[in-house]
């Protein structure tokens, strides 16, 4: 029996994360499957770290990323170089992650040369196809594409219903759940010499990402402005960390967060890192997507700097709150985590509907089922 070739394609972090364990286990059949790996580096340096943690070597490395890339220009290099990765390849199976250009693009180039496509994470929606942006529009698209549809949840399953896709859904839950076992350790040293002089005991952490371009501007003056009444009130027993990303909010990020004790603007981190400061935390303030799956399994509050959520599962879990992008909204609803014990309990011991940490598992048997094995 020849083995079935399954490429993987992403290309940037937060795929890399959840592809990771996938990759992983599909690496445990060599006997009946050809595990490739393909990355874009849409992202690269972010991307890189992600893939030395797992210790996962791609077979191809497009190396995308130019300085000044726009949305247009970063799509038709990766259908082009892809198109040409899939001609060489010939697998039978190309494996997307997601919602963003890498994905769409992956999906396409396989469906030109009439390579079947999984969908991983497939059947988020947002209901407004111009928040998030892009990734509201590409999600669609690469799940029309979509040969196998890999849903985290149920109501990411009935999304798929309704955008009327009926066949060959599964609900799998998410497979950064299995990232997450396998990257939180409770005695973990941090790497990031940042973190290692920080005192997560005798103070309340929050920690924070901020990155979307929906909030560049007055969005994010907004909340920084927030962040900062919320540092200089609880001076004495709050310390709040936020990984700078490295695009427009960092530049409002120093103008208003700089010179003040107890916040600390720290460069992205690496995964084992991340997850394991999840884990210290409080709770957390984001506008990220995959940070309101994550950090729920570990316990911790969310707060989403968002007027939307394409993961309204956490919302209902009780798990996640969508507080907005208004300077008082995110202020008093910090606040009332800092001081409500019981408002506090409330979201830390909902239960996280994205899954067991065994999403990887079945995505693999679906995978044996797909190609009778």
Not at 117 to 145: C, F, Q, W
């Amino acid at each position: 029996m020849s083995k079935k070739k399954i490429l993987s394609v992403f290309g940037i972090r937060s795929d890399a994360i959840k592809m990771a364990p996938l990759i992983l286990e599909i690496a445990k059949y060599p006997d009946i499957f050809d595990n490739i790996v393909c990355v874009t580096a849409q992202h690269r340096e972010m991307l890189d770290q992600v893939l030395n943690i797992f210790n996962i070597i791609p077979d191809y490395d497009l190396n995308i990323m130019q300085p000044g890339q726009t949305l247009a220009s970063v799509t038709s290099k990766m259908i082009d170089r892809l198109d040409w990765v899939m001609g060489e390849v010939q697998p039978g199976i190309v494996l997307v992650h997601g919602d963003n250009a890498t994905s769409f693009s992956a999906a396409l180039a396989a469906f030109y040369n009439k390579i079947p496509v999984g969908h991983v994470e497939a059947g988020l929606r947002s209901g407004d196809k111009y928040s998030p942006h892009p990734e509201e529009i590409l999600r669609i698209l690469t799940g029309n594409i979509a040969n196998l549809q890999f849903a985290p949840t149920k109501s990411n399953a009935d999304n798929l219903h309704k955008s009327n896709i009926h066949d060959n859904i599964y609900v799998t839950g998410n497979t950064v759940i299995d990232a997450l076992h396998l990257m939180v350790k409770d005695n973990y040293n941090f790497k990031s010499e940042e973190l290692q002089g920080i005192n997560f005991t005798d103070k309340k952490t929050i920690f924070m990402t901020m990155h979307r371009r929906d909030n560049f501007g007055e969005p994010m003056k907004n909340i920084f402005t927030a962040v900062k009444r919320l540092a200089l009130q609880y001076s004495n027993n709050l310390q709040i960390i936020y990984a700078v990303h490295p695009n427009q909010a960092s530049i409002q990020a120093h103008e208003i967060l700089d010179n003040i004790n107890n916040i600390y603007l720290i460069k992205p981190l690496d995964v084992e890192d991340t997850h394991n400061l999840y884990n210290k935390c409080y709770f957390i303030l984001t506008d990220s997507g995959g940070l309101q799956e994550e950090a729920p399994a570990l316990g911790k509050p969310v707060l989403v700097c968002r007027t939307e959520t394409e993961r309204p599962e956490a919302v209902k879990a009780g798990t996640v709150k969508i507080v907005g992008v208004s300077e008082e909204n995110i202020y008093n609803n910090a606040v009332l985590l800092l001081e409500d014990k019981q408002e506090y309990d409330k979201m830390a011991k909902s239960v996280n509907p994205y899954g067991d940490g065994h999403a990887s598992e079945r995505i693999v048997n679906i995978l044996k089922n797909h190609f009778s094995l």
